[in-house]
Structure formats: C-alpha cells, structure tokens
Nanobody
Framework: EVQLQASGGGVVQEGGSLRLSCEVN???????????IGWFRQVPGKGREGLSC????????DYADSVKGRFSISTDNAKNTVYLQMNNLKPEDTGVYYC?????????????????WGRGTQVTVSS
C-alpha cells in the first residue's frame, strides 16, 4: 500500500521559514527510481494549487510563479523523502499543504497527474 506522510506545518510570522517533509512508502523498488512528487496548497473554497514538483526519472523541477524564488524542492533518496523549503512566507501562503506522488515520473503542477495523496499539513502565516 502506497502511503505519503506530509509533516512540518505550523504557524509562522510573515517573512519566516518552514520546511515541509513528505515521506513516501509502499512503492515497488523500481518505482523509487522514477516517481515524481508534487506539492499542492488548498484554501477553503478553492481547488488545489500546484506549487512545486520534482521528477526522479529526469531530474526536472518546476515551481508556480507564486512561489518561485521563495520555495525550493529537494529529495533525500535514502529516506524516500521530499522536502519543500519555504522562505519569506507571506500571509497568502496560508493553507493546507499536500504532497502527491505519480509513479510514472511526470513533474506537473496539475493535480490530475497524481495517483497518490497524503494527508495535508496546515501552514498558517500571520502578518
């Protein structure tokens, strides 16, 4: 059973930083060489916004314009964990953050590409 566990959310003041983690378990070994992870944000009344993604199959990364230059995605292969480092946080970054996995390795900022989703972690940025 594939499981994703997102963690690291919390309350931070504007301008502060947080690092989110997404641990991925349950894929067959061969998939760990190719999967892609995406990070999404959702606020009440809106759909999930794609923020960043990383593909292990081709090393590609992508960022939404709203977070480019402030957020950075990385991976610790030994731990099957993907991180989202968030700097210079703004109140509009507040929301529930989700990580998602695509076993085919497609780095995309659209939620339709992802097969597996973890439970979200709340990020609140106060002004």
């Amino acid at each position: 059973e594939v499981q994703l566990q997102a963690s690291g959310g919390g309350v931070v003041q504007e301008g502060g930083s947080l690092r989110l983690s997404c641990e991925v378990n349950g894929f067959p070994d061969v998939v760990y060489d190719v999967w892609a992870i995406g990070w999404f944000r959702q606020v009440p009344g809106k759909g999930r916004e794609g923020l960043s993604c990383l593909s292990k199959s081709d090393g590609s990364r992508d960022y939404a314009d709203s977070v480019k230059g402030r957020f950075s995605i990385s991976t610790d292969n030994a731990k099957n964990t993907v991180y989202l480092q968030m700097n210079n946080l703004k109140p509009e970054d507040t929301g529930v953050y989700y990580c998602a996995a695509d076993r085919r390795g497609t780095c995309a900022l659209l939620d339709m590409f992802y097969d597996y989703w973890g439970r979200g972690t709340q990020v609140t940025v106060s002004s």
